[in-house]
Nanobody, 127 residues
Framework: QVQLVESGGGLVQAGGSLRLSCAAS????????MGWFRQAPGKERNFVAA????????AYADSVKGRFTISRDNAKNTVYLQMNSLNPEDTAVYYC????????????????????WGQGTQVTVSS
């Protein structure tokens, strides 16, 4: 059974930074792409960023390009999301997820590509 545990969320002022981490266990981490999504109250869960199994390919939502960076450390079974220049519109619960397809990187901006999800970590950006 795959387990994904996020950490690093919190309260930050606009313009500040946070780094989220997601520790994975349960299957060979280096074989699967990972993604970050976020969900604000009353809104649907939206794609933020994804990274391929080896880290050579990344994808970002337009709203976070140039501000957020996704990375992974396969030796530590961990994926990261470095978030800079945060603004109140970034306030949401952030979820990490693991794709279902071995060494796949298709449709990573859609929730349907993923079959395992973490419990989420709250990020609140004050103005």
């Amino acid at each position: 059974q795959v387990q994904l545990v996020e950490s690093g969320g919190g309260l930050v002022q606009a313009g500040g930074s946070l780094r989220l981490s997601c520790a994975a266990s349960g299957r060979t981490f280096s074989n699967y792409a990972m993604g970050w999504f976020r969900q604000a109250p009353g809104k649907e869960r939206n794609f933020v960023a994804a990274i391929s199994w080896g880290g050579g390919r990344t994808a970002y939502a337009d709203s976070v390009k140039g501000r957020f960076t996704i990375s992974r450390d396969n030796a530590k079974n961990t994926v990261y999301l470095q978030m800079n220049s945060l603004n109140p519109e970034d306030t949401a619960v952030y979820y990490c997820a693991q794709v279902s397809v071995l060494k796949g990187f298709e449709l990573v901006a859609t929730t349907t590509a993923y079959n395992y999800w973490g419990q989420g970590t709250q990020v609140t950006v004050s103005s």
